[in-house]
């Protein structure tokens, strides 16, 4: 895979870093943990890629492959740290695409120093592969909107300071009714109301909206395009999901490499049984592909190439699906041992699955891939 030089740079310096500094801290879950891994990430300035120049970030505007190289790098050493690093991105997109220059000035510099911790609140709990079906009721009331409704499954619930809120400011319209907001996490109204915990480290939980007064102003875009704000976002960032898969394979078939070479069965090392090398060679070939796609899906976004919802729902859908094995692959040449709770294998076994469901499910980047390869037939 070739990068840019800039981009060659940070793929340099970030696998180091992440393996000095955050290396087995994310075995714990709980929030302080989390704040403290977020913590770590602002003071290295990775949120500085996830937001423009003109508004406290790294680059002239967002490059999907600074974020694919640091999703990567994290996603190999602490999955915890890529959630918090993804999740700021998620928030803060939208704002630098859809927001009015107050708006940016307001909350990107805060999400690019990590002063403020972002979350993407889109899911409600009749509404996630089909998010136009979302009910949150945004009913316009003077100079004012009145948030009323439930979102689900929010990565970032009760850490974020800042939520991008997307509800139904029109009743009859569909995907077409919806609006985005940004919405503080202060505002009178607004309560975590569950966190959930999930089989790997990650914050997250449900929000509610009763009767939550935001001014006008915090309107995100025009009224109507919440959903393709959100759409707009979840393409723009899918190949990072890709990336961030490609991190914990790189783990996995390091720690497969290295079992295979000391575990001796029959009088030799595993590593010389062909059954072994030949899962060896799938790993490494999947690993390799899906890598050259995720990076091609990045470029695509960079340069604005007009198939990007192909080309980045095929990074997601192939590298998830292929890490997926490549780490099951690895947990069975482990054998046994893979199975120890708290062993790296036990660890990615967990850590990887999420990534197949959010930001859109394998069965959804089909579809999306299929509708672009179909077109309307
Ligand atoms: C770790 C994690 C973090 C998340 N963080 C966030 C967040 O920060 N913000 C946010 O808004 N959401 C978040 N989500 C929610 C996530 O986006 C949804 O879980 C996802 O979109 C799927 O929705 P669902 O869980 O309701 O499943 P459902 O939509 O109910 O789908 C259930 C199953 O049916 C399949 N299915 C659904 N429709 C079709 C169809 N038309 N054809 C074929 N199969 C179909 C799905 O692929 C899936 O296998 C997160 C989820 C997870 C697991």
Known sequence: MSLPAPQLRLHRTMAAWAQDELGGIDAAAGDEAALAVFRTLARRGVFRYVTPRGSGG?????????????????????????????????????????????????????LAAGTDVGAFALTEPDAGSDPGSARLRARRRGGFYVLDGVKSLISNAGLAQLY????????ARGGKGLSAFVVEADTPGVAVTERVALISPHPIGTVSFARCRIPESQLLGEPGKGLEIALTTLEALRCSVGAAACGMATRALTEALRHARERRQFGRPLARFQAIRFKIADMATELEAARLLVYQ?????????????????????????????????????????????????????????????????????????????LGRA
């Open 297 to 373: 899906a990045a470029r695509a976004h960079d340069e604005g190439a007009a198939d990007l919802a192909r080309i980045s729902s095929m990074a997601k859908l192939f590298a998830t699906e292929a890490a997926q094995r490549i780490v099951d692959e690895s947990l069975q040449i482990h054998g046994g041992r893979g199975l120890v709770e708290g062993s790296i294998m036990e660890r990615l076994y967990r850590d990887i699955r999420a990534l197949r469901i959010y930001e859109g499910t394998s069965e959804i980047q089909r579809l999306i891939i299929a509708r672009e390869v």
């Open 58 to 110: 790294a680059r002239r505007s967002v490059q999907a492959r600074d974020l694919c190289v640091i999703r990567e790098a994290l996603a190999a050493v602490s999955p915890l740290a890529d959630t918090l690093f993804a999740v700021q991105a998620l928030a803060a997109y939208p704002l630098a695409a859809a927001g009015t220059p107050a708006q940016r000035q307001a909350y990107l510099p805060r």
């Open 164 to 171: 991008i809120v997307f509800g139904r400011t029109h009743a």
